[in-house]
């Protein structure tokens, strides 16, 4: 109830003293968002299927070193079921008509000193005819870590949650099996936090978190999640209390470098057959400029 009296309350004050950044004073980052299809951890992280398996463990080099220009070869090729990998391994084993491999999407992040904010920004693909989600023809999910809280989200993003057991991937067992993270510890603060846009007439905006098993609720930072078509583009933005302070809510401060990704599901998608970022990370008031994945979030 709570939650649903301060959106209230937002929407009556938008344009006050709360009001969203000016975006145009905000550098946008283009990034290149791509279908992974079966691209699990395991398999990201097998070297007889992906040679790159040595530089990301002993020179901790992050994917988007080396795939942040080809991200959208990647996405080409797995959306049509090509064998891709060193293994030459189908990732797609059904290649869904007509889906576009990648889009690109621009990426904003700012903060008042209170609260952070983020936007995004595409021009939605075209439209299959398979309905997964009959709700919601977006779905916008953001995760990130606790400033270095997750092995190996310095490097990859997301990966650490997405597994070969989880449904609609290679060695599902159960098909209602979501994200998890081994040895995920909500108390060490082991966890991705989660915060989700969904465009369904009705639909609430998500704030939860993945430990050893994927949870939607819990969290209290997330104070807006709002998304609307314009024109021919989605724009989704975020508003995010700095401190958190809900189950599984990561406080963020200017003392850390926190790890992020984030998946659209577009076109009334569900489980795997999202597109998704590669890894990046974000500090407050805080230039970073020999990390090539790195956004420097500045105060307005
Ligand atoms: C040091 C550079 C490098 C890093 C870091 C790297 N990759 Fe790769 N990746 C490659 C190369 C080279 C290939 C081509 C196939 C091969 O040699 O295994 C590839 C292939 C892939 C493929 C299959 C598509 C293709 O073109 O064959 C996917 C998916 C992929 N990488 C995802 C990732 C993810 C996710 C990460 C981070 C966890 C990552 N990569 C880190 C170099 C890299």
């Known amino acids: 109830m709570k939650r649903i009296a301060i959106a209230v309350m937002g929407a009556f004050v938008a ?12 550098p946008p980052r283009q990034m290149k968002l791509f279908y992974p299809g079966q691209s699990s951890l395991e398999w990201i992280m097998s070297k007889a299927d992906h040679s790159a398996v040595p530089d990301i463990v002993d020179k901790k080099r992050p994917c988007a070193k080396c795939h942040e220009g080809d991200a959208n070869v990647i996405g080409d090729m ?27 999407v621009t990426f904003q992040a700012a903060h008042d000193g209170d609260k952070i904010y983020f936007r995004f ?17 977006v779905k916008l999910t953001m995760m990130f870590d606790g400033g270095g809280t997750v092995d190996g989200a310095n490097l990859n993003g997301c990966w650490g949650t997405c597994h070969t ?4 991937m290679k060695d599902a067992k159960d098909d209602k099996k979501t994200k998890y993270i081994k040895g995920g510890d909500l108390a060490g603060g082991k966890f991705m936090d989660l915060i989700q846009f969904r465009s369904g007439k009705g639909e609430k905006p998500v704030d939860g978190y993945v ?12 104070v807006k999640a709002e998304g609307k078509k314009e024109g021919n583009k989605w724009v989704v933005t975020f508003e995010r209390n700095l401190a958190g302070g809900g189950t599984g809510d990561h406080a963020i401060g200017a003392d850390k470098i926190y790890n992020f990704g984030f998946a659209i599901h577009e076109d009334y998608t569900n489980a795997r057959f999202h597109y998704v970022s590669l890894g990046y990370q974000f500090g407050l008031d805080k230039a970073n400029p020999d990390v090539r994945n790195y956004i420097n979030v500045v105060k307005q």
């Open 211 to 222: 430990t050893t098993e994927r949870k939607m609720e819990g969290g209290k930072g997330l």
């Open 78 to 104: 797995i959306v049509a079921g090509k064998p891709v990998g060193s293994s030459k391994s189908v990732l797609e084993p059904t290649p869904p008509a007509g889906k576009v491999g990648w889009i690109p």
């Open 165 to 168: 057991d989880l449904r609609s």
């Open 121 to 137: 920004e595409w021009v939605p693909p075209k439209i299959g005819t398979k309905k997964l989600d009959l709700k919601n023809e």
């Open 15 to 26: 344009g006050g003293a709360f009001a969203a950044p000016d975006w145009s004073k905000v």
